[in-house]
């Protein structure tokens, strides 16, 4: 993966005086509530966090459980873990499927009332209860761990947030929108004893009920905090500003 020259850029940056709409993504919320000086320099200033390495693996399982799902959407049937779970669903067909999947240019929008924001999210799956014909939205996660997975851990509120924020957008494009989320949590195992070209993964589905309360006034907080001239002061968590203070002080 080629090295990025430069953190700054000039395209994607909000501007106060602007009246044109302005996306924001599932994934800028998530960096305002981790850290909201960030989230201002990146969205305001155009000054990026470092990138990440991309997650391959995570991303070919995704691949294949989105492809598992949509045979048995085309079958208008239950996939086996649906069975396995006792959940009563099938995957959700919708002639906006894959552009609810697509992050980058699409995925499912809805312009915030007041604001110049678009908020966006791109979903994994959405599948419909049979007999209240809610939506279910459903996040696939991948990991490689001792023992069982679960959504527990502290910094597994991202992905709560996430589940949540899905349901946020399903329900103001005018949706019912079950409370009842499910995380597909694909565990790769490590202990099988071979490798044999092979990579065994077991799958759990976890349910998780979500709370979408807080959804629209974190996302107008966003907004208020982008319109003002004063740069926000860095989250006591913020690894990425604590380093770069820790750098400012040692330079002295």
């Given amino acids: 993966m080629p090295a990025k020259t430069s953190y700054s850029r000039v395209r994607n940056i909000f501007d106060p005086s602007s009246q044109s709409p302005f996306r924001i993504s599932r994934s800028k919320l998530e960096l305002f509530l981790n850290c909201p ?7 305001r200033l ?9 997650f391959n693996l995570n991303s070919a399982v995704d691949r294949l459980l989105k492809s598992e799902f949509d045979q048995c ?3 208008a049937q239950p996939q086996s873990l649906m069975v396995e779970y006792g959940i009563d669903a099938i995957p959700f067909s919708h002639p906006q499927i894959d552009d609810w999947r697509e992050a980058l240019h699409k995925g499912i929008q809805y312009a915030v009332p007041g604001t110049t924001f678009i908020f966006t999210g791109a979903i994994d799956d959405v599948w419909i209860q049979n007999k209240t014909k809610d939506l279910i ?24 947030n996430q589940m949540e924020m899905y349901q946020w ?5 005018g949706f019912e929108v079950s ?3 499910y995380f597909v949590y694909c565990n790769g ?15 759990k589905v976890i349910p998780y ?3 979408t309360a807080w959804v629209e006034g974190k996302i107008r907080e966003t907004y208020s905090t982008l319109m003002s001239q004063a740069i926000p002061d860095a989250a006591n968590t913020c690894d990425y500003c604590k380093y770069i203070a820790a750098v400012q002080s040692t330079a002295r």
């Fill in 73 to 75: 959407r085309a079958k």
């Fill in 209 to 211: 009920e979500g709370d």
């Fill in 137 to 160: 939205i459903v996040d696939y996660k991948a990991t490689s761990k001792k023992g069982d997975v679960t959504i527990d851990e502290e910094w597994q509120r991202s992905y709560k």
């Fill in 37 to 43: 000086r960030c989230f201002y320099l990146d969205r």
């Fill in 189 to 203: 195992k490590s202990d099988v004893g071979e490798f044999n070209n092979q990579l065994r993964f077991e799958t």
């Fill in 179 to 181: 409370s009842t989320g």
């Fill in 169 to 173: 957008l399903f329900r103001m494009n």
């Fill in 46 to 54: 155009g000054v990026d966090r470092p990138p990440s390495f991309p």
